[in-house]
């Protein structure tokens, strides 16, 4: 490719809506373009990285025995129902009707059509196991989509299902998958842990993702340094504490805290630690009649200690806390008597249900909300001031430091972007569906399922926020939208740049190698600018005074100066850092 031919539209400044690396840096190589609200345009530099992210998976996927399938993006709501997903998916499912008023959804995710798909094909366990993926637009509504590809609306996903006989060769299926993402992700030449995960809207009882290490991820990847654990932070469970509760040692006592309505702040006010402290937060349960109004609502109060916060996955398992929401202020008042900030389960003015934290369970003579606007209670002790707790369960999050489940070790937490996902699905989906096949003992069975994704176009923006200096992106070459850029100087000025530009230019591209000759005339700071911004991994510079003196200029992309190469060895030099030879 000649750069004249080719489509480069670099920007020297990030648009203002721009807020994370990526974005930045892919709207300024001129990547991509935004449409609309979490909608892009994937310019010719950016689709270069997509297909190459493309051509990788599909490789690893046909390698580990999938088979590819393209399943509609508008798909009839009729699946959608038979699962219930059409109703609890939620906003995100974006939703639409035809000129016959009829029901359609644009897919986020394809479990229902591929389901179908297989009651209709896998008639007998002779059948199984099979694996059908595909490369595929997908829309999620997002609420607030931000971060450029990172949580866009419109979004490329390969996402695969397997379909098995029973729970034993599904599992074999999951590992499958499992390792060949390990593959993929290997290829792609970036840092990533593979941490436990919750299923989420999707579903099943085992779950895994793929997360690239970055400092600018959203989310926290708990893991033991010491061993393999490792879990996203929904997921990550914190023990129960070993240590017995002390004896109460204080009389409990009612202090005013006038205007001190955070746990950190009566903590600086009565100068103890925040971990003494109890935060109290309120949470409500609907439960609905056969209408779908309101018939009757439960109001819950959870205790955590002051330093920790609520896991709401963790929060939502607890018995009878399955889709919760924070209660209203209303709520608040009618059970507390008070408005938030003073809350505490001592003076309740209507009964709650109490859930206390594993770690709160162990804590004598602490410190929670008198339920009176500027107060709260010191010394307060279960067994003697409040019953002994009925419901204890894990509600928070992991700190750094916690004893790691494992036994290993403590734990440690950084942060990551997900790009893949694996789940065992089991039957949630094929008993739905009714999707069964013949068994070997003759009898109809229900599919065992299981579900890998991976965010095609998220990939690329997670590999730049680990690979990005100042001056630009960083490619690993696997992904690069070019391998190699020739950058001629005066190529319109002097023969003897042009022809030695346009030889290498040619040798290159008889090798196989994906290389751009930037013929441009453009000036040498703006050039090379350029392609730093651009993130092309190997670039080599030839100019009329080196040439002269028989050597021309390399330097990778991480490399801070660049290296005189004897004109003639260049090629040989560049088959080498390619791995050609």
Known sequence: MKASQFLISTLKEAPADAEVVSHKLMTRAGMIKKLGAGIYNYMPMGLRVIRKVEAI?????????AIEVTMPVVQPAELWQETGRFEKMGPELLRIKDRHERDFVIQPTSEEVV??????????????????????????????????????REFIMKDAYSFDKDRDTAQI??????????????RFGLQYRAVRADSGAIGGDLSEEFQVIASTGEDAIVYCPQSDYAANI??????????????????MAKVATPGNSTCESVAAQLGLPLAQTVKSLVLATDELDDKGLIAKTQVWLLLLRGDHEMNEIKVGKVDGLAGFRF??????????????????????????????????????????????????????????????????????NVVAGDPSPDGAGALAIERGIEI???????????????????????????FEMGCYGIGVTRLPAAAIEQNHDERGIIWPDAIAPFTVVVCPIGMGRSEAV????????????ALGVDVILDDRDERPGAMLADWELIGVPHRVVLGDRGLKDGVVEYQHRRDTEATKIAAGDILSDLKARLGLN
Not at 57 to 65: D, H, I, K, T
Not at 119 to 143: G, H, M
Not at 356 to 366: Q, Y
């Open 115 to 152: 389901t179908d798909i297989a009651r209709q094909e896998f008639k007998s366990y002779k059948q199984l196991p099979k694996n059908l993926y595909q490369i595929q637009t997908k829309f999620r509504d997002e609420r607030r989509p931000r971060f450029g590809l990172m949580r866009g």
């Open 234 to 251: 929904e997921k990550a469970e914190s023990l129960a504490p070993t240590q017995a509760r002390p004896a109460a040692g204080q009389a």
């Open 173 to 186: 299926s999951y590992q499958t998958m499992r390792e060949a993402y390990k593959r993929i992700f290997d």
């Open 57 to 65: 998976v599909r490789e690893e996927m046909n390698r580990a025995g």
């Open 498 to 509: 042009k022809t030695a530009a346009e030889q290498l230019y040619s040798e290159l591209l």
């Open 420 to 446: 893949g996902h694996v789940f065992y699905l089991g039957t949630k989906y094929s008993q739905a569906m009714n999707a069964t096949f013949l068994g070997d003992n003759g009898k109809p069975q229900h």
């Open 327 to 396: 209660a209203s202020v209303p709520e608040i008042e009618d059970h507390f008597g008070c408005k938030p900030g003073y809350l505490g389960p001592i003076n309740l003015k209507k009964p709650v249900n109490l859930v206390v934290d594993r770690d709160v369970a162990v804590m004598a003579d602490w410190v929670c909300g008198a339920n009176e606007e500027d107060f709260h209670i010191t010394g307060v002790n279960f067994g003697r001031d409040l019953p002994e707790p009925a419901l204890v369960a894990d509600l928070r």
